[in-house]
């Protein structure tokens, strides 16, 4: 297991900025999947973004083309770029890494969470 810990959430108005970084305990380099998810109050946690050991992405409908997933394998950190947000984003983010695909979020590895909020 590898240790995550988000930073860089909090308050900004809609149409903002903010970026995420996760960092883990040890060497992400052969960390195959890296995710983003959230969970805003009352709903389920969704995936947001992920990015494999290759650089692949993938991202949410709801967030294309506003935030960007990038991954920092020399300084072990995960980031999401997020811009133009919305109120509907107001979420805790939390990070998620594991070795492959083919095992479940829930049995990786999950940071403590960042409070996202935007406000109207």
């Known amino acids: 297991q590898v240790q995550l810990v988000e930073s860089g959430g909090g308050l900004v108005q809609a149409g903002g900025s903010l970026r995420l970084s996760c960092a883990a305990s040890?060497?992400?380099?052969?960390?195959?999947?890296m995710e983003w998810y959230r969970q805003a109050p009352g709903k389920k946690r969704e995936l947001v973004a992920g990015?494999?050991?290759?650089?692949?992405?993938n991202y949410a409908d709801s967030v294309k083309g506003r935030f960007t997933i990038s991954r920092d394998n020399a300084k072990n950190t995960v980031c999401l770029q997020m811009t133009s947000l919305k109120p509907d984003d107001t979420a805790v983010y939390y990070c998620?890494?594991?070795?492959?695909?083919?095992?479940?979020?829930?049995?990786?590895?999950w940071g403590q969470g960042t409070q996202v909020t935007v406000s109207s």
């Open positions: 998620n890494a594991r070795d492959s695909p083919i095992i479940p979020p829930e049995f990786g590895s």
């Open positions: 990015i494999g050991s290759g650089g692949s992405t």
């Open positions: 040890r060497s992400i380099s052969r960390l195959n999947i």
